[in-house]
């Protein structure tokens, strides 16, 4: 069993940088695809970013590439997203997630264990 549990979301304008945490806890942090992903209202779950067991490799959703990064230190198990240039578009309910499958952690479905989200909004 993974815990997961956000912090770093709240209220920011138009061009401003926030920094979301992912602690875990539970099994080894290096054992798993960890992602982000995000639900803006009346909207599907979207995915934002995720990296790799290894650190070794990223992936991001075409809006975000450029603007944010996903990144993790094993020693504290917690994953991290750093968002800059934040645009009203980014306003959404951020959701970490943990994945002990073997894909590039691209889709929803590849995640076992989820954050309760943090509200991330942005103002114009």
């Known amino acids: 069993q993974v815990q997961l549990i956000e912090s770093g979301g709240g209220l920011v304008q138009a061009g401003g940088s926030l920094t979301l945490s992912c602690a875990t806890s539970?099994?080894?942090?290096?054992?798993?695809?960890m992602g982000w992903f995000r639900q803006a209202p009346r909207k599907e779950r979207e995915f934002v970013a995720a990296?790799?067991?290894?650190?070794?490799?990223?992936y991001y959703v075409d809006s975000v590439r450029g603007r944010f990064t996903i990144s993790e230190d094993n020693a504290k198990n917690t994953a991290y997203l750093q968002m800059n240039s934040l645009t009203p578009g980014d306003t959404a309910v951020y959701y970490c997630?943990?994945?002990?499958?073997?894909?590039?952690?691209?889709?929803?479905?590849?995640?076992?264990?989820w954050g309760q989200g943090t509200q991330v909004t942005v103002s114009s």
């Open positions: 539970g099994r080894t942090f290096s054992s798993y695809i």
């Open positions: 997630a943990a994945s002990p499958a073997s894909g590039y952690g691209l889709s929803y479905r590849e995640y076992n264990y």
């Open positions: 990296i790799s067991r290894s650190g070794g490799s990223t």
